[in-house]
């Protein structure tokens, strides 16, 4: 057991589990072989792998440090402000969520089979998204005016706004 | 701001939240009735179709609420979800790859975690926006079995440190703390960065960033199966509108102009046939002139979206024993439409409101909801709600 635990890492049932769980992933594969167009099944469930880890959070992540890097500027420029990276992040994660699940719908890629099966055309839902986009925007726009506000009240009444901390170890 | 915490939250609502998806999932399936004649959209299911059993006919309202639950939980989940793997990044990148084989293999495995997560909502996601790129069926089914086996394993595995991760922090005390108070979470386990940039949002803020995103998908989509006044937000529903007015202002599911249905071969001449040990041919008028029954019966779409109606025909039980058929055996109902049909089993044909419906919420069918006939089976998926009806095949087969 000793000998086991060293060379394998961890205990037997840990390695029981593991098998198991192979085991069943691979007959599922072996199901998806009796489907025509399997190839492009496990084609799919490749490009799922690295979708997010190597497509969407790159992206993601950049984008997200061009906004922060904007925003330590312009904080640095004038000096107080109530930061306003979040008034922004907001809104895009929202709407570009909803991009990214219905995004058939919003750039009509799938017209033809959904006039089909609705008797309506996808036209409408890029306006639906624009609107729900706008109405986040103006929504997080508005919360932040009313911030901006609150924060040069205070400023002029002498006391330090509490919103913003300033950075403990600097941009990193 | 990533750390076991956070990760531990996400992870305990998927923890919860997966295996709704996947017990729903299997009862969509076997709702399908896939072991009668012709009903199987997965031929080759193998050990995957043991548990399959006799789908039911009662409450009408099951298929609804359990494909409701599926679709739009798993909607509402596609956020958590990303957010979960947005937070176990620095995972991805942790050097050496592996210390033991027993890690190698728990990486392995994530391969399943990781790349079935995203397989199953994008197909699921895919589905009901009518883009299919890969066939759906045996794509969500087959890879739900191989995701949720590498998520058993990773729930097994990793399940003590989210206890004990959630276990450092109060979620009571995080929601009071706003960005001024927060502090990265002690160094462990490589998921907080190691010199971790002043913080730009609170762990309350990331947690009603992701609550708040879900909220937003649920009620821009769910209207659709909660239905009333609800419908008309779903705005990334693909059934939140209904042609016509009147009686049949409810969504349709396929149009007659595209199953290929015309006037033509829905007229005078229309005749439905039964075929059992008796065969009978009937005009709508003759089976007007039957007794008639009346029921609020749901049509509930695999793809999450669901209408109730007030519907008006002849119970199908009727015209079983019209045609001298058994009360156990099955029947296949066919359209005018060539690829229209389903096999029914005794069940389903024999329950109280199980019907051929001639008419809705008072007046006739329209052609798009299937005049001048179409079959109506409580708790069945929306598609055995067959439309423009031609044939039922009464039979001692399953």
Redesign the interface.
């Known amino acids: 057991m000793r000998w086991f635990r060293r060379h394998y890492g961890a205990g037997p049932l840990h390695l029981a589990g593991l098998l198991a769980c192979f085991a069943v992933a691979a007959y599922a594969v072996t199901r998806v072989f009796g489907v025509s167009g399997w190839k492009g099944i496990l084609l799919w469930f490749a490009v799922c792998l690295v979708g997010h880890d190597l497509i969407g959070w790159p992206i993601y992540t950049a984008a997200d440090r061009v906004l922060v890097r904007a925003q330590q500027r312009h904080l640095g420029r004038r000096g107080f402000l109530v930061p306003w990276v979040n008034h922004v992040r907001v809104p895009v994660i929202i709407s570009g969520t909803l991009l990214a699940m219905f995004f058939p719908l919003i750039f009509r890629l799938s017209q033809a089979r959904y006039a089909d099966y609705t008797g309506f055309d996808e036209n409408v839902y890029l306006a639906n998204w624009l609107a729900v986009t706008g109405a986040l925007f103006a929504a997080s726009g508005a919360l932040y005016l009313l911030r901006l506000g609150v924060g040069r009240r205070r400023r002029v009444s002498g006391r330090r706004p509490p919103e913003y901390a300033p950075s403990e170890r600097g941009p990193g | 701001m990533r750390g076991p915490w956070l990760t531990s939250i996400f992870g305990v609502v998927l923890l919860i939240g997966i295996p709704v998806e996947f017990i729903t999932g299997l009862i969509s399936y076997a709702a399908y009735d896939p072991r009668l004649n012709g009903n199987d959209p997965?031929p080759?299911?193998?050990?995957?179709g043991l548990y399959l059993f006799d789908w039911v006919a009662s409450p009408s309202w099951l298929y609804r609420l359990t494909e409701g639950i599926h679709v739009m939980l798993g909607?509402v989940l596609?956020?958590v979800v990303?957010a979960k793997?947005?937070s176990v990044?620095p995972k991805?990148f942790s050097w050496p790859p592996w210390?033991?084989?027993?890690?190698l293999?728990?990486r392995?495995?994530l391969?399943?975690v990781?790349?079935?997560v995203?397989?199953e909502m994008?197909?699921g996601?895919?589905n009901i926006?009518?883009?299919?790129?890969?066939?759906f069926y045996?794509?969500h089914f087959?890879?739900a079995?191989?995701f949720?086996?590498?998520f058993?394993?990773h729930v097994?595995?990793k399940f003590g440190d989210m206890v004990h991760a959630l276990r450092s922090r109060r979620l009571r005390t995080e929601l009071r703390t706003?960005?001024?108070g927060?502090r990265p979470e002690p160094l462990a386990g490589g998921l907080v960065a190691p010199?971790?940039?002043?913080?730009?949002?609170s762990r309350r803020?990331i947690l009603a960033?992701v609550g708040?995103?879900s909220l937003?998908?649920f009620v821009?989509t769910a209207g659709e199966t909660i239905g009333g006044a609800m419908r008309k937000f779903a705005?990334?529903g693909?059934?939140y509108?209904s042609?016509d007015s009147g009686a049949n202002h409810f969504?349709?599911?396929?149009?007659a102009?595209?199953a290929g249905i015309t006037t033509a071969v829905t007229g005078a001449d229309w005749r439905l046939e039964l075929v059992g040990p008796r065969r009978i041919s009937l005009s709508r008028e003759e089976l007007l002139t039957m007794a008639l029954t009346t029921a609020d019966l749901p049509i509930a779409c695999t793809e999450g979206w669901s209408t109730v109606q007030r519907w008006t025909g002849v119970p199908l039980a009727d015209l079983a024993r019209l045609a001298g058929a058994s009360d156990h055996g099955t029947a296949a109902v066919k359209s005018l439409e060539s690829t229209g049909g389903a096999t029914l089993s005794a069940a389903q044909v024999f329950a109280p409101d199980s019907m051929l419906a001639l008419r809705v919420n008072g007046a006739d069918l329209s052609l798009?909801h299937g005049f001048p006939a179409r079959v109506v089976v409580p708790s069945a998926p929306g598609t055995y709600n067959i439309k423009w009806m031609s044939k039922i095949v009464f039979s001692e087969a399953r």
């Open positions: 997965n080759n299911h193998g050990l995957f909607l596609v956020p990303l793997l947005w990044m991805l210390r033991s084989i027993s890690q293999l728990e392995l495995s391969v399943l990781v790349g079935g995203v397989f994008s197909t996601l895919l926006d009518y883009l299919n790129p890969i066939k045996p794509g087959y890879g079995w191989a949720m086996a590498g058993a394993v097994v595995v706003g960005l001024a927060t010199e971790p940039a002043a913080p730009t949002i803020g960033l708040g995103t937003a998908v821009l705005l990334f693909t059934h509108r042609p969504p349709v599911n396929k149009t102009q595209s798009d």
